[in-house]
Structures are given as C-alpha cells and as structure tokens.
C-alpha cells in the first residue's frame, strides 16, 4: 500500500516535471518569435528613415564618414551607379549610412 502511493506520487512528481519542461519550451519559442518581430520592426523603421534621410540628404556628415569606410570594405556590393548594398545585411548603403542608430555587422563603424 505504501509502495503504490509513493509509485503515484512519484508518477505525479515525473507529470509535474514535464509539464513545466513543455511550458518552458513553449515560452523559449515565443520568446524568439517577439524577439524576431521586433528585429524585423526595427529594420523596417530604420529602412524608411533612411530612405527618408536619403531623399532629403538629411546626416550627410555621418553618412560621408561611413560611407567612405563602406566603399572600400569588400562586402560593399555596387548595384548601379548611385546604389550600393551591404552584402552581409542586404542594406541599401546610402540610406543606411544616414540612420542614427544603425551599426555596421562588422563593427567597422565604432570610431565614427
Ligand atoms: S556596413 Fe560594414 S560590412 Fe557592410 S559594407 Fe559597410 S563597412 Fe562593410
């Protein structure tokens, strides 16, 4: 008698256990999908800001400085004559160049 009642009360224990190993795991993936919609939000917000800046040549005194390190980094890939794009994260150059907050994927950005 006393052996089945430990039996269940393990069982119960072993129970308990998974279920807050499934519920961890299902709070890991949501996790990363808010954090992968926020990645993504932010790229958005940043691509329309610099597009913006871009037009309006807003940050030319930044967007000079990166620009120049940009032209001869060797993942600069030139699209035509006024386009330039950032092989590593895909960004059009000149605007992102021009956005405040944006950084270069290889750190080449961090004296400026
Ligand atoms: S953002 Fe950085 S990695 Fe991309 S082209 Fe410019 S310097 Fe190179």
New binding site residues.
């Given amino acids: 008698m006393k052996s089945q009642i430990l039996g269940k009360k393990i069982m119960l224990e072993d129970a308990g256990v998974i279920l807050i190993e499934k519920h961890l795991y299902l709070i890991n993936i949501v996790m990363r999908v808010v954090g992968s919609m926020i990645r993504i939000i932010k790229k958005i917000r940043n691509i329309i800001i610099g597009t913006w800046n871009n037009v309006f040549h807003r940050n030319n005194e930044i967007a000079e400085k990166r620009l120049k ?2 032209y001869a ?1 060797d ?2 890939f030139t699209l035509s004559k006024n386009i330039k794009i ?1 092989t ?2 895909g960004c059009v ?1 000149e605007s ?1 160049a021009r956005v405040d907050n944006e950084k ?3 750190n ?2 961090v004296n400026i």
Wanted: charged residues 20%.
């Fill in positions: 390190i940009c980094c993942k600069c950032c590593l994260c150059l992102k270069c994927e290889l080449l950005w």
